[in-house]
Structures are given as C-alpha cells and as structure tokens.
C-alpha cells in the first residue's frame, strides 16, 4: 500500500517543538553560549573559546566538591536502597497497619526541602535541639558547626530521614505486585528465606529500583537546599557540594563563564552516571 | 508416598463461621489410598483448591486433621511435608534459567549435582523443553512457563503426593491432551498419589481413578467415573457428569411407579415413600422416542458428530435426548420412553435405594 508524502504534516508536531525549545532547548543554549564568552562588564560578551571548561575542569576547588558529591551519592545510595528495600519486605501486607504505616512512610516526603533543612538545623543544635542537646548531655562531643564529621553525619541522617521512605513506598508497591502462588510455589520447593527474596522478591522489584537508584542518585547528587540550611557548606568547605559551589559562583561572584561552563559539565556528569545505572540495570534483565 | 486421610476435616476463612455457608469447606472424613489417581470436580468456588490447599499445608484446616499414612501432619509446615504443587497460572523464576527453575526443588534439597543433573534431564525430555533448557524463563510464552511449573512438580521422586491445581488452564488444547497423556503415564510409571483439582469433567475422568465430586463445600461423591455416571449419589453429580447431564424431574414416587405431571412411568423397583422434595433423574442416552408415555416437546436438534442431542421440555422442565447417530429419528414425535433400569429416585437431591437393596 502506498502511503501518502505530505510535508505539511510537520506542522503537527510544531507545537511541542515550540514548547520543548521554550520550555529546554532555549535556556540551555544561553548557558552554553554563557559558557563559551567572557565580559568585562558593561554587556560586552568575547568569544573565549574552551577556555572556561579548561578552567572549570583543572579547578581544585570544583574537584573536590565533585568528590565530595560522589561520595555523598554513594553513601546514601548505599544507605538508603538496602534499607528501603529491608522496610518494605517488613510492611504489613494489608488491613488497617498497612494504611497507618503508608501515611507515617509517606510524611517526610510531604515535608518543603527547606523545612527539613530547618527541623534538622535547630534539632541539631547543642544548646536548644532535642537531637544536639540530648548527645551533649550524654557526654558525646557533637557539634555540626564546628565538626566536618558531625556536619556530614547530620546531613546524612537527614537525608536518609528525608528519603528512604520514597525507596520503601516504591518497593512495596513492587512487593504488592507479586501474586501469592509465587511465595506458596516457593514454600512448597522449599525455597529458604533468602531463596524467596532473592529468586522472587527481587526480580519482581527489579524496575522499581531502577527508578528508585536514579531517582535516589540524580536528588542526592544535585542537593543544595538542606545542606544550605542547615551547614551552608560548612564548616570551611567540609560540606559544599557541587551545587552549592556552583550557586557561589554564578549569584555570589557573578563569575557568569564558568558558571555556564560548571553547568554544562555538571548536567554531562549527572547524564553519564544516571546511563551507567540504566545500562547495568537493565542490562541484566534483558539478558535470555 | 503414603496414604491420605482427612479426619472430620473443615475449614472456614472466617474466624468464627456460624451459618452453613460459612464454611468453605463442611467437615468431611476421607481416605486416599496410596498411589491413586484422584480427580476433584466441581464448579468454581466449591472448595477444590481450599481442600488442595489444607493438604500442601499453604491453609492450617479450621478443625479435623491430614493424616499421612499414620503421621499426623495438620501442625506441620509446607516444607516439611515433602509435597508438590501445580498451581493454575504458571510460576517461573524470572531469573533462572528454564534449567535452574527444574533444579530448584532438588537444589534446595541438597541433592548431588549429577543426581539433579539427571532428573532436569528426563523431566526436560518429558514435558518436551530440552532445546530451551538454557533459555531464562522470563520472555517464555505461557505454555512454555505452566510446563516449567508441571516439571518442578515433577522433578521430585519422593513426593507424598503431586497436587494439581487446574494446571491445565493456560495450555492450548492440543498440548492440554498431550500433558494429560504425560501425567497418566507418569502416574503409572513412578505410582506417585496424584490430586487433580478440576472443573472440566472430560479432564477429570480422564485423568482419574477416583473423581471426588464437590459442591458448595462438601463432598457429594467419590466414586470410578463409571458409577459417578450410572448411579450419581446426588442430583449435582448427576447434572455435572455427563454431556447434557442427567434429566431431573419432579415426581411422586408409589411402589415402583412414578407419577410426573399426571403421567405413570414405571420404575426399575419399588421405593418407600419418602418426605421431601421427590425427583426421578434419567441419564439422555436412556431415553427414546415414542408413541406413548411421557408428553415431550422438541426444541431443537443439535448434531454432534458421533451422536444428536434433542433438547426439549417436559412437564415445563429441559429435558434432553442422546440418540447415536445410526438411529432414526421420527420425523414427529409428542412422547418419550424411559428405560426404568435406570431410572434413580432423588429426595431432597439425595439418591435413595430401592426396597429390596436397602433391605
């Protein structure tokens, strides 16, 4: 059959062209084109070539934030996936306590980033917070002003508070999905706890995780807000992520270029690393 | 392998049944032999797969006992009953391969790998999966999955007894019949007690030695096929078995004659007279045209082959005609003849015996 050429069909898809390009394309290209000018002010842009990503990239200050940042991500991916995932498996399945456990589960995330950053910045605190307080009276030596260690321990905690009921909401919807002959064919293969979670419970979760993992390491890699809050990068620079780093840069210092140039190049990593976890994700389920 | 008896079993899914019909199971007692080939029948929700259930120990009974041979097993867990399961909808592990998901049950067993190497082997070759043996279950059409579920049922020798949950339902009919096959043969080849949970009779008396017939919870018959359909112990066995079932109509029973809207027939042998709802049943291969007897109207004729089925009322009630295919048909006919040899007396749904056998 043949099927009829008409170019005027392009028309159709015009719309959403216009409303990505709006909405994605356009403001993205300022900051590239940001990225690739210098100014001395007064409106007057020059070309500067790569310059400002050579920069950006040799900058020591900006590859320790990047470190720090890889390492926050891990530690709370690591953190708070395993633990979603043991929640989840010990949810009740059904009646009134699955209800009340889904509504205590799904408070945190109902709760503005900065008001978390808030509740934990004051919970903190030696002299007023309930959390600062209690430890001083204990006689532990905790202070997240002062304390690299105490402010990264604060701002993990308050991440893993804030988030893992996402990671346990995702999975228990994964686990509701499992239909009970499973779990009776595995008590009837005799199948150990382990070979339940593992063989069953597992595979079943497998595309929630992966959008848990993402979802997981996209936030915690882009945080700014709560840090802001509660740490504001401190103390010295023990808690300054990438995000933070750059809003210096771009409003503190105006520094517009490399701004533009740390965007970029922040964007690709985020890109890159979310690829990787898709790949090797899905890499094993595609797998006959 | 041992025998199975169910001991004024019972079970309700409610905590505290009060009414009859709370009871999705009413309290039975049974015996099993050991090594048989049982079918249970009966329309859905009639308490097949509770009664399945109670004996792989997936559903503790809400009283009466499972005996093993002599072992009490009511208290004991799924695992340790050493029973294999088929369920209705396939259950592969994902991520296995179709070889791994044979050797799972033997594997958690501990059995030595050349051992479980050769079970897959013969289990693959009979359910026909040898080629895909490496193939990951997942991405495996439905079929092919219910066969890896009926192989990991079978893959154990020295199960008390295979269940099958209507495992059947998924599979196209030309397999259906060549899996049926397989599971006799089996059957006869290793005597392992085989329980085949049902709704479709054809499948049930194929498969069978005993069918056990159920209905709203009770068991209502166990017997051969063959007396399931001679002599049915009630009307539902009697309209379930057989294809139509059995003609039912409502009657007065005096002697050895029954009176069916006004009409005498007479009966293969005298009856007491009985309290209750009173009904004659008569299989529609027993039945023949006829210039006298009882008032018939024709409905329709249906060709089925081998024989034609004639649909039509009497008295107000369906009543149904088989006559094989070599025999003429009247071209009109207003009245039916009734074989009294097999004609059954129901009261209350409930077969009775004739005088002279109850005596």
Redesign the interface.
Same mark, same amino acid.
């Given at each position: 059959m043949d099927k009829p050429v008409n170019n005027r069909a392009w028309f159709l898809v015009l719309p959403v062209l216009v409303i990505v390009a709006f909405s994605a394309v356009i403001p993205l290209m300022t900051v590239v084109n940001y990225s690739v000018q210098d100014t001395f002010g007064n409106n007057q842009f020059f070309w500067n070539g790569l310059g400002w990503f050579q920069d950006v990239l040799e900058s020591d200050r900006i590859r320790a934030a990047l470190g720090r940042q890889l390492l926050f991500s891990a530690i709370i991916l690591a953190i708070e996936i395993p633990l979603g995932i043991f929640i989840a498996l010990n949810m009740p399945k059904r009646g009134f306590w699955a209800s009340l456990v889904l509504v205590l589960m799904a408070l945190p995330l109902l709760i503005p980033w900065n008001v978390v950053g808030t509740i934990w910045q004051v919970f903190g605190r030696v002299d007023i917070g309930l959390l600062g307080h209690t430890l001083a009276m204990l006689g532990i030596d905790y202070n997240y002003v002062n304390d690299p260690w105490d402010a990264w321990a604060t701002i993990i905690v308050m991440d893993v508070w804030h988030w893992t009921s996402l990671v346990a909401l995702l999975c228990y919807a994964g686990l509701q999905s499992i #239909?009970d !002959?499973?779990y009776? !064919?595995a $008590?009837?293969?005799? !199948?150990?706890r382990w070979?339940v979670f593992r063989?069953?419970e597992? #595979?079943?979760m497998q595309g929630v995780l992966l959008i848990a993992v993402l979802l997981r390491f996209m936030d915690s890699f882009m945080i700014y807000t709560e840090p802001f809050v509660v740490t504001g990068g401190g103390p010295g620079n023990a808690t300054t992520f990438l995000s933070i780093d750059l809003v210096k840069m771009a409003i503190g210092q105006f520094d517009l270029g490399p701004a533009a140039a740390f965007s970029l190049i922040y964007f690709l990593v985020i890109l890159l690393i979310s690829w990787v976890f898709y790949t090797v994700m899905t890499a094993? $389920?595609d $797998?006959? | 392998m041992a025998q199975i008896t169910f001991d004024n079993l019972a079970h309700s899914y409610l905590p505290a049944p009060k009414a009859d019909t709370d009871w999705a199971l009413k309290p039975m007692s049974l015996t099993w032999r050991d090594g048989g080939a049982y079918a249970l029948l009966g329309s859905s929700g009639c308490g097949k797969t509770t009664l399945l259930n109670i004996i792989s120990g997936l559903l503790h009974p809400s009283q009466g006992r499972v005996l093993f041979g002599d072992r009490d097993v009511t208290d004991l867990p799924t695992a340790e009953r050493n029973i294999a399961q088929v369920f209705q909808f396939p259950v592969v592990y994902d991520t296995m391969s179709v070889r791994e998901n044979l050797a799972f049950p033997l594997k958690n067993r501990g059995l030595p790998s050349d051992q479980i190497a050769a079970r897959v082997d013969a289990v693959a070759r009979m359910i026909g999966m040898t080629d895909t043996l490496d193939r990951r279950a997942r991405g495996l059409t439905a079929d092919a999955k219910q066969k890896i579920s009926l192989g990991r049922g079978m893959v154990r020798q020295d199960v008390n007894a295979i269940l099958f949950d209507e495992p059947l339902t998924v599979i196209d009919p030309q397999m259906k019949w060549e899996l049926r096959t397989q599971l006799k043969a089996l059957h006869r080849e290793f005597g392992h007690t085989m329980i085949y949970v049902t709704h479709d009779q054809t499948e049930a008396l194929t498969f069978a030695d005993e069918v056990v017939v159920m209905s709203e919870g009770r068991v209502v018959q166990a017997g051969t096929p063959q007396s399931l359909f001679d002599a049915p112990a009630h009307t539902f066995v009697g309209y379930f078995i057989g294809s139509p079932g059995m003609n039912l109509l409502d009657a007065q029973v005096q002697g050895a004659t029954a009176l069916v809207a006004g009409t005498a027939i007479p009966l293969g042998a005298p009856y007491a007279a009985r309290h209750g709802r009173v009904q004659i049943g008569i299989r529609p291969d027993a039945v023949r045209p006829a210039t006298e007897g009882l008032p018939f109207r024709l409905i329709r004729a249906e060709d089925v082959g081998h024989h034609r089925i004639l649909r039509g009322e009497v008295a107000g009630a369906p009543f149904n005609l088989v006559i094989p295919e070599d025999e003429p048909i009247p071209a009109s006919f207003d009245r039916v003849a009734l074989d009294p040899a097999r004609i059954g007396v129901f009261v209350d749904d409930w077969r009775i015996d004739p005088l002279e056998r109850a005596a």
């Open positions: #239909p !002959a499973y009776q !064919a $008590r009837i293969d005799q !199948a150990s070979g063989y069953i597992l #595979p079943k094993q $389920r $797998r006959t | -």
